[in-house]
């Protein structure tokens, strides 16, 4: 938790932004996992951690613009709720930790949302994720859970996201702290891949150490020999000799601020000649894209630049081939890299994307692409001092895209079919960092950079 009045300055920048109406953040509830009294790990809404900074569940946050005041409701822990949990602060203390001075019983929510509306008020809401929250704001608002998204306000939208998108010393300090953690889990897997291991075993240990110093994994943790599936879950092969082993987990801190890397390594130690042919394209394509991520460029044409790269040097293999500016053009390189270059990060690892990627990461200025490839770009505006993003470029060789481009007669034009097929049980290569946009350039978040030279990879695995 931060000192109060940084949430204090956040609710009154929000309400200037809003102008007029009520602003209402309600807070998660627990989520049984398979009945009621059987709760997943809980997690607090990010758009209430952001501006009332509690985690409790059950909690409601409105911010009264026209009165210029703010309210928690909630309900202070009953005898029952003490002898499982020990006792507990009240609503009103933890509610003066976060700088609100006025607390009601979230039995008088109902009551106080409805004279609000009698009175013609506008009721500013950003449309739910979970269903509790859903059912709760359709009640309140008397508006159906199907029409919630429509009736949202776009105006707290993009008030939130224009405080939210740029990051003050507070939260640079915890993301730095959470990549220091995903840190370890990474490095733990390049000492510790070895061929006979499970994958399992693996993505378990990670998920301990990201458990062990903070709260949780930012995400569920990808970790698997098919790095060519881009999200893929599964873990139940075992580390096998002249296979690619992708890694992309972050960890969550205990003030659920997110770190988010991937690296991939040779599961025995030594990539191939094939290997590190595409794998150094991918290391200078992330290197590339630290070059250019600045203040005043649009993250759109650093994701332009990194296809082009790709492009290039993919020609030099003979897998792509043509003029290269028509094949940038054409969007071929999505063959290879189907999506965008990076998103923002911070209370959540797609930091905002509740609210909608593009209010998120085009805003006015800027349009998502319809082009395959491009339109699968999550962060394309203009980069701004404070801004954190992701920059992870890949190269995927992955058979059923490869086939329906070659039967399509898609970028013919652009791409060696026939070569490919020499690739199709190669795999994906993805490397990713987490990275601060400065007064004058970026820099890396975490104390240090995980190895990503393919000699510092080798290196890192004799351990």
């Not at 200037?16 to 009294?37: C, F, H, Q, T």
């Not at 993505?203 to 060519?228: C, K, P, R, W, Y």
């Not at 043509?322 to 940038?328: K, L, N, Q, R, T």
């Not at 992701?390 to 013919?412: M, Q, R, S, V």
């Amino acid at each position: 938790m931060f000192p109060k009045k940084v949430y204090q300055t956040r609710r009154q920048l929000l309400a200037k932004d809003v102008e007029s109406g009520v602003i209402l953040i309600p807070g998660n509830s627990e989520a049984p996992a398979n009945y009621a009294d059987n709760c997943y790990k809980y997690r607090q809404d990010s758009t209430f951690l952001y501006f009332f900074g509690l985690q409790d569940p059950d909690f409601v946050g409105v911010i009264d613009v026209d009165k210029n005041q703010d309210i928690i409701f909630g309900n202070d822990v009953s005898i029952d709720d003490i002898i499982w949990m020990g006792p507990q602060r009240s609503v009103a203390d933890k509610a003066a930790r976060v700088g609100v001075e006025k607390t009601k019983k979230l039995s008088e929510l109902p009551k106080y949302i409805k004279a609000a509306i009698k009175a013609g008020r506008k009721i500013h809401y950003v449309n739910p994720y979970r269903y509790q929250v859903k059912i709760l704001l359709s009640d309140l608002l008397g508006i159906p859970v199907a029409a919630l998204a429509k009736n949202q306000s776009v105006k707290l939208i993009q008030a939130a996201v224009s405080q939210r998108i740029v990051k003050d010393k507070y939260e640079i300090a915890e993301i730095d702290h959470a990549c220091d953690i995903g840190y370890a889990m990474h490095y733990f897997v390049m000492q510790n891949c070895k061929p006979g291991i499970a994958e399992q075993t693996l993505a378990g240990m990670m998920d301990g150490i990201a458990m062990s110093n903070g709260s949780m994994v930012s995400f569920a943790t990808i970790l698997s020999q098919h790095g060519e599936t881009l999200h893929n879950h599964d873990h139940s092969g075992i580390i096998t000799k002249g296979r690619l082993l992708t890694v992309d987990a972050g960890a969550e801190n205990n003030n659920n601020y997110c770190s988010d890397f991937t690296r991939t390594m040779p599961c025995s130690g030594k990539f191939t000649t094939k290997q590190k042919e595409i794998y150094q394209i991918v290391c200078d394509a992330n290197n590339l894209a630290l070059q250019l991520a600045k203040p005043g460029v649009a993250y759109f044409d650093v994701h332009v630049a990194v296809y082009r790269l790709f492009a290039e040097r993919l020609k030099a293999l003979g897998l792509m081939k043509g003029d290269i500016d028509e094949a940038v053009e054409a969007g071929a390189p999505a063959l290879f890299m189907p999506h965008g270059l990076g998103h923002n990060m911070g209370l959540d690892v797609h930091d905002m994307e509740n609210y909608g990627e593009d209010y998120v990461g085009y805003g006015s200025a800027a349009k998502r692409s319809k082009k395959f490839g491009y339109g699968s770009l999550r962060m394309a505006r203009k980069l701004v001092e404070g801004n954190v993003i992701t920059d992870e470029p890949g190269i995927y060789f992955i058979p059923a895209l490869i086939e329906k481009w070659k039967k399509e007669k898609i970028n013919a034009q652009f791409i060696n079919f026939a070569k490919l097929k020499d690739y199709y049980d190669f795999g994906g290569i993805r490397l990713e960092d987490d990275v601060l946009i400065t007064k004058t350039g970026n820099r890396l978040l975490g104390s240090k950079r995980l190895p990503i030279t393919v000699k510092e990879v080798e290196e890192a695995m004799k351990g």
